[in-house]
């Protein structure tokens, strides 16, 4: 079946550093894709989007690119906070949202 | 502006009951997607309803069903409870059933089966 994969199961940085997660998903007909950052207790937030006619976009200090040649997805966080500290999901969207199993983001001070 | 809230937070109940869960949507909201998080994994897609009726649902059996009022609010029912239904279940909503419409999530119920 169709399905949306993360190559790293825990990301650790220092402080100030740049973090990158990483992304596959394979199904092709999938033309919306978004990042989410879940908190302990919480439910997923919303962090960036981008539709599949776009390669690149940015927010305040992420970027998400999208490489539809290799399926590939990304979510770049520029000098990263102990606030940065989640699981963090990426979603496809065909017909429906599908979740990626996550990655988690440990931070250092 | 209230987001997503969603009732109860926190649920115990024993195999074979039945459980009901409700959500409010972000004002402005006519949409409500339902998701299943088991611990460790991504949330999974139960159904959405849009208009009171349900527009699409992913791989749950028949035991999850699901209703949605004129003011937009949604109830998720779970029969016959399982030991493997325990989970976080997740409200979402947005504008829209549209393909590109954002989800905003509630911070979910937790649903511990004894």
């Known amino acids: 079946g169709e399905s949306v994969g993360l190559h790293l199961p825990t990301l650790s940085v220092q402080e100030g550093d740049n973090s990158i997660i990483n992304c596959a998903y394979s199904?092709?007909?999938?033309?919306?894709f978004i990042w989410y950052k879940q908190e302990s207790g919480k439910g997923p937030q919303f962090i960036i989007d981008?539709?599949?006619?776009?390669d690149k976009r940015q927010g305040q200090r992420v970027t998400v690119l999208l490489n539809k040649t290799v399926k590939h997805l990304s979510l770049q966080i520029a000098a990263t906070q102990p606030g940065d500290s989640a699981v963090y999901f990426c979603?496809?969207?065909?017909?429906?949202?599908?979740f990626g199993k996550g990655t988690m983001l440990l931070v250092s001070p | 502006d209230a987001g997503v809230t969603q009732s109860p937070t926190h649920l115990i109940k024993t195999r074979g009951q039945q459980v009901t869960l409700r959500c409010s949507p972000k004002?402005?909201?006519?949409?409500v997607s339902w998701y299943q998080q088991a611990l460790g994994q991504g949330p999974q897609f139960i159904f959405q309803?849009?208009?009171?009726?349900?527009?699409q649902r992913g791989n749950f059996p028949d035991r999850f069903s699901g209703h949605q009022f004129p003011n937009y609010s949604s109830e998720l029912n779970v029969n016959a409870l399982l030991l493997g239904d325990s989970a976080l279940y997740l409200c979402?909503?947005?504008?829209?059933?549209?393909?590109?419409?954002?989800?905003?999530f509630g911070s979910g119920t937790q649903l511990s089966v004894l």
């Open positions: 309803y849009y208009e009171e009726e349900e527009r």
């Open positions: 981008i539709r599949s006619n776009m």
């Open positions: 979603a496809e969207k065909a017909s429906t949202l599908t």
């Open positions: 199904n092709s007909a999938s033309d919306y």
């Open positions: 979402a909503s947005s504008r829209g059933s549209g393909a590109n419409e954002k989800l905003f």
């Open positions: 004002s402005g909201h006519d949409t």
